[in-house]
């Protein structure tokens, strides 16, 4: 099976942090990955998205024309990236921030209040791993565990106090209903 996810939202909101953690998740699963982000010229602030491929088999190019998998961290997002997701695909939107609805009848579309949730949590910061929790539950591209193991990795020790609080977030994403 071939994951292929494009991450997007403004610069500041974790893109290029949640590609890296889905990357790394693959790595401790022996799968075959890639993460190539990009930025927008205003870095904070600006749009930033992440292709990231998490795959049982090999690939060539780490630049993604179509994807299976799109999470839409604002309306900009959506509006760039919702005709690259491939029929019976899906889209992640993060409902606190993107009000438009995607205008395809042939994907599954799940908006899910990362940005509110996060903020009640008591850090904006979780909003991308609620995200990706979401897609783990919908499509599961990884294990839970193994995301737990790759944030311990990943994360410098003086975040790790942060660890418990960011599995909590990835488990209300990966449990949400709408």
């Known amino acids: 099976m071939q994951h292929r996810v494009i991450i997007s939202g403004f610069g500041g909101q974790g893109v290029v942090s949640a590609g890296r953690i889905l990357a790394y998740c693959g790595m401790i699963e022996d799968k075959k990955v890639s993460c190539l982000p990009s930025y927008g010229p205003e870095m904070r602030g600006g749009t930033a998205n992440c292709h990231v491929i998490v795959s ?30 491939e029929e019976g695909g899906i889209i992640i939107a993060d409902s606190s921030l993107v009000d438009k609805k995607p205008s395809r009848k042939d994907i599954k579309v799940c908006y899910v209040p990362a940005t509110n949730k996060a903020f009640e949590m008591g850090n904006a910061a979780f909003a991308n791993i609620i995200l990706l929790g979401k897609l783990i539950g919908e499509t599961g591209i990884v294990s839970e565990d193994n995301f737990e193991n790759a944030l311990y990795k990943i994360l410098s020790q003086n975040k790790h106090h942060l660890i418990p609080a960011e599995m909590e977030a990835l488990k209300y994403g990966i449990e949400y209903k709408e």
């Open 56 to 85: 049982d088999e090999d690939f060539g190019s780490p630049v993604l024309n179509s994807a299976t998998a799109l999470i839409a961290m604002n309306n900009p997002s959506l509006e760039k990236f919702e005709s690259v997701v």
